[in-house]
């Protein structure tokens, strides 16, 4: 069965830092491409970045340029966001999620992990 | 960037009903690449459709999805207790950033 489990949500205080890990099983994880995707509180979906297999292609929301950098550790299995100046706006849970029948960098998405809550609150 | 509209926000039915969601695009969706997901409460999303028509693995055939160009419809043709949940429309048929509606909450009436 395929499983994404996100790690390292928690409180930070405005314009901290924090670094969201996905850990994958259960598929061949250099094939696919990669997305984090959010959720504030009582709110929809919001898309976050992606990551394509080879680490080449990566794209942000553009509210996240420059503040977020998502990354990948194919032998380890791993997909990671590293969150820099965060604003109390970014309070929401992280979701990782497996990308497939990409269209120039954007996917749908096949499966998603439970998500880690990230609240940004001093 | 393309918008999603989806409507209508709330959708109040009783088990057994047809269900009829709609998702409008801003501008056309190329290739109709546009993909539903189901999200219940303190759960993860999971994807219905694909491709605006094809369900995805294990999805019951009483869930389907129409559509081209700028609008979009997911169909569920007889409601179950467990098919009551938000329901979002994403579009991936261009450059990021990928899009999603806002979301149509079905409740039971």
């Not at chain 1, 942000?60 to 503040?67: E, H, N």
């Not at chain 1, 849970?93 to 960098?105: D, K, L, P």
């Not at chain 2, 055939?61 to 419809?73: K, L, M, N, P």
């Amino acid at each position: 069965d395929v499983q994404l489990v996100e790690s390292g949500g928690g409180l930070v205080n405005p314009g901290g830092s924090l670094r969201l890990s996905c850990a994958a099983s259960g598929f061949i994880f250099n094939t696919y491409s990669m997305n984090w995707v959010r959720q504030a509180p009582g709110k929809g979906l919001e898309w976050v970045a992606s990551i394509n297999s080879g680490s080449n292609y990566i794209f942000y929301a553009d509210s996240m340029k420059g503040r977020f950098t998502i990354s990948r550790d194919n032998a380890q299995k791993l997909v990671y966001l590293q969150m820099n100046s965060l604003r109390v706006e970014d309070t929401a849970v992280y979701h990782c999620a497996r990308g497939w029948g990409c269209s120039g960098g954007s996917c749908y998405l096949l499966d998603w992990g439970q998500g880690t809550l990230v609240t940004v609150s001093s | 960037e393309i918008v999603l509209t989806q409507s209508p926000g709330t959708l109040s039915l009783s088990p057994g009903e047809r269900a009829t969601l709609s998702c409008r695009a801003s501008q056309s969706v190329n290739s109709n690449h546009l993909a539903w997901y189901q999200q219940k409460p303190g759960q993860a999303p999971r994807l219905l459709i694909y491709g605006a028509s094809s369900r995805a693995t294990d999805i019951p055939d009483r869930y389907s999805g129409s559509g081209s160009g700028t609008d979009f419809t997911l169909t569920i043709s007889r409601l179950e207790p467990e098919d009551f949940a938000v329901y979002y429309c994403q579009q991936y048929g261009s450059s990021p950033p990928i899009t999603f509606g806002q979301g149509t909450r079905l409740e039971i009436k």
